[in-house]
Every structure is written in C-alpha cells, then in structure tokens.
C-alpha cells in the first residue's frame, strides 16, 4: 500500500481535515478577540461563552420555533451581537481604563455564570444538531473522502476572516477603528461616537463568536463546556499571532490547526499540548507574537 512518510494518505489527508477545521474555529474565535482586544484593550475570557450561546440559539430556533441552519446563521450572532452591547454598555464600560486585571476577572465571572446557568438547565452532555440537508453527504476526492458540511465551514471562515480584515485594514470605519486604539480623544474631537464604536466593536466580537458556535453546532454536539473546551487554546492562537493582530489570529489559527492534526498522526500522545509547545517557542524568539508589535 502506497504511504506518505510511512503514513496512509487517507489518514494523513483525514487528520489535515480534522486540523483545517479547527483551525477555521480558532481563525474565527481568536479573530473576534483580537478585535476586541484592539480596541477596548480587554482580554474577554467570555468569547468561549458567547461562542456556546451561539451554538445554543441555533438548537432554540430549530427546537422552539422550527427555523432551520441557516435562519440561526443570521439570528444568533445578531442576538448575541445585541447581548453583547448590553454587557459592554452596562459592565465593561464601569471598568475602563482600569488595569486589564479588572476586565480579565468580570469578564471571567460573566463566563462560568453564563456556563453554569446553561449546565444547570442542560447538564453537561450535548445535545444533537443536524447538518443541514443541502449539505449533507461527501465528495470522493480519490485520496479522501470530504463532507460538504465540512468544506463549507472552512470556506465560510476563510470569506469571514478576510471580509473582517479588509474592512478594517482597507476602510475608512477601520481607519477610524485603529485610530481610536491609538488616540481615542483626537477621534472623538473629529465627531466620532467613540463609546458607541467601542460598543458596536464589542457586539461585533461576540457576533463572530456566535456565528463560530453556530457552524459547529452540527460538528460538535451543542454543550453548556464546549466554550470552555476550545477557549484556552485561542488565547494562545491569539497570543502566537500577536495580540490585537487581526492577520495574525486568521494565519495562525489555521496554521495551528493543521500543525494538532499532523502531529495526532506522528505523535498522538502530543496533539494536546503542541499549541502550547509552539507558544512558548515563539514567546522566547519574539515575545510581542508572530505579526505582534513590541510596546
């Protein structure tokens, strides 16, 4: 049988899908906190929450009022979206321009209280979410078999991503956006509403959480700890990228994907600690991240 480095090419090629697609929920996830971290400058341990949340209203919609997989591509990051603004308006708004240990506790607290409430309602097992029928079933690639619905979550981050990044690297609402990161009084005397683009770019962060939950609500069974589960391992995508670099949390999210699925064929027993191997590799070469500025 022909092998690549000893290694089948349908698991070598199955494992680089299984890691392309973590890498698109890393790409996704640790897109939304570099954008808020951006600007508000607060690590928000509550993106793996709001990510579960929505995950959850895409399982409300179908169970409750009967509205399949793509109404809850639409309304869960809106919903979200808005719960968001409220808690950018109501807490983290209290608690700004104090040190980043002040943001890193509520919004830490905000999340095991948002994961309990879920827990006590729905214990701590999944429950099911279909893949949507115009997605179901493969193509055969020869050397691997690809689900559709799999394909699709990777084109569906990648447009995401770089649709995020040329809005604010390529527009005049991101010129506004890094400008605010770096003097928000001098944007404000130009007439800009910056409490209200700091609210919106919060809500904005969390939508892109809930649209990263809702496309792995049919992969992933919907579970109040599948937040907690994957949240850890953005952090340190976000941290090797460089933190508050939009490029750098969409190219390292997926290179780190496919680098935990090569090493689950090579070194199994690795697979789970090798983001935080390459983490502390790339802190000791360059402490401010692979696409990070030194302060």
Not at 21 to 45: D, E, K, Q, R, T
Not at 71 to 91: K, N, Q
Not at 139 to 145: D, R
Not at 261 to 286: D, H, R, W
Request: contains cysteine.
């Amino acid at each position: 049988m022909h092998t690549i480095f000893g290694i089948p090419p349908q698991a070598l090629f199955g494992q680089l899908l299984i890691g392309l697609i973590n890498g698109a929920f890393y790409a996704m996830l640790s897109l939304g906190l570099a954008v808020i971290f951006g600007l508000l400058n607060i690590v928000n341990f509550t993106h793996g929450a709001q990510y579960m949340l929505g995950a959850f209203c895409a399982w409300f919609l179908l169970n409750y009022l009967g509205l399949g997989y793509w109404w809850a591509l639409v309304i869960a990051p809106i919903a979200v979206g808005i719960l968001g603004a409220v808690i950018e308006r109501v807490l983290l708004r209290q608690i700004r321009g104090l040190d980043h240990i002040y943001g890193l506790l509520l919004t830490f607290g905000l999340a095991l209280v948002i994961q309990g409430v879920f827990r006590n309602y729905y214990g701590a097992s999944g429950l099911p979410y279909q893949v949507p029928k115009e997605l179901a079933g493969g193509q055969n690639l020869g050397f691997m078999f690809l689900p559709n619905y799999r394909g699709w979550v990777v084109v569906a981050s990648l447009v995401v991503c770089l649709g995020t990044w040329l809005v604010i690297e390529k527009t005049k609402l991101g010129a506004y956006l890094r400008a605010a990161t770096e003097n928000a009084t001098m944007v404000q005397a130009f007439g800009i509403n910056v409490p209200r683009m700091v609210m919106l770019t919060y809500a904005f962060g969390a939508g892109l959480a809930a649209l990263a939950g809702v496309l792995a609500a049919p992969i992933y069974q919907v579970s109040p700890l599948m937040g907690a589960d994957i949240i850890i391992v953005v952090f340190a995508v976000v941290v090797i990228g460089g933190m508050g670099s939009i490029l750098g949390s969409i190219v390292t999210g997926f290179l780190l994907g496919v680098i935990e699925g090569l090493t689950k064929v090579v070194y199994p027993e690795a697979s789970n600690t090798v983001v935080f191997v390459v983490m502390a590799i790339v802190l000791l070469v360059k402490p401010a991240g692979l696409f990070g500025r030194a302060a």
